[in-house]
DNA sequence: TGATTCTCGACAAAACATATCGGGAAGAGA
DNA sequence: TCTCTTCCCGATATGTTTTGTCGAGAATCA
């Protein structure tokens, strides 16, 4: 039960994002954020057309093209993110699939708070937010690598 | 990105044991919880040997044999129940998965902040909480079936 | 001894995650 | 118009996880 590679890449590649467009409107290239990130860059292709039908993203074709924010990046939660490639995190299983209503109503409440909770954490920090946070860091923050 | 059956099958049955060893100690057949609850029970069979592992539930084999808590069920969270079955519930990436340390420093605090949030919702409820619940609502809530 | 019930390891089908492939369409510049 | 670049899109492949099933074995009781 962890955080799917589609929600990392995307949300990494988001905030390379935001990091080169700081000031300018310029739009980067696909190829080159997931270079920096080390992103399959087929997969990335993927996640990023989501990211753009959820209006998160817009795409630029031909010279000079690639891509830049929909919306302000400090608009974009984890959430939105996350909820774009995975989904919405609904972590109580359907009516369906819960078909005893003994189920729905003890056990049901217990995974919707639960889920909720979740989701609040993840609704509270932006895009931005984690970008601000690697600016910081880079600064004055351990310059070690791998 | 939702609660497995696993889960799900295991805490129910739990509710179920909790709800028939109320004031007797006399262990229940696995094939009694099974069909109670319609969990397809070879399957429920391999859960409650991950419980009894955990220290959830005793064995007691023979006639008149089945199953009952090892510790008190008041004591025994949603939490336990999951990590028994799916291993804890560990959003955060590891390491290895999130090589880039810039990912580590910012999104990771974030999946980790959210799977804290997530446990604790679950650390606080237990089976009895559950099994109570369910009482109360059998004695005078909806009657009506599906 | 024989019936009952849990115990255990292996296997199998289906669903899901993680990509990869190959062509297409739109825009920019010569 | 021609060509290059870059995004756009559907299909396919591969590996892992989930969700069970199967069959034999061990303990307990009458």
Same mark, same amino acid.
């Given at each position: 039960m962890n955080v799917s590679s589609k929600s990392r890449y995307a949300l990494m590649a988001l905030v390379e994002l935001d990091l080169r467009t700081r000031g300018e409107q310029k739009p980067v290239r696909l190829t080159d954020l997931a270079a920096e990130r080390r992103i399959p860059e087929q997969y990335l292709e993927q996640l990023f057309a989501a990211l753009r039908r959820a209006g998160v993203l817009t795409g630029h074709r031909g010279v000079g093209g690639g891509f830049t924010f929909a919306r302000r990046p400090d608009r974009v939660s984890v959430l939105a993110v996350v909820e774009a490639l995975d989904?919405? @995190?609904?972590?109580? @299983?359907s009516a369906r699939e819960m078909s005893d209503p003994r189920e729905r109503a003890t056990a049901g409440a217990v995974w919707r708070a639960a889920g909720d909770a979740y989701q609040d954490v993840l609704a509270r920090t932006t895009v931005s937010d984690l970008a601000e946070r690697e600016l910081q860091l880079g600064a004055g923050g351990p310059t070690y690598e791998i």
């Open positions: 989904g919405a @995190p609904d972590f109580e @299983p």
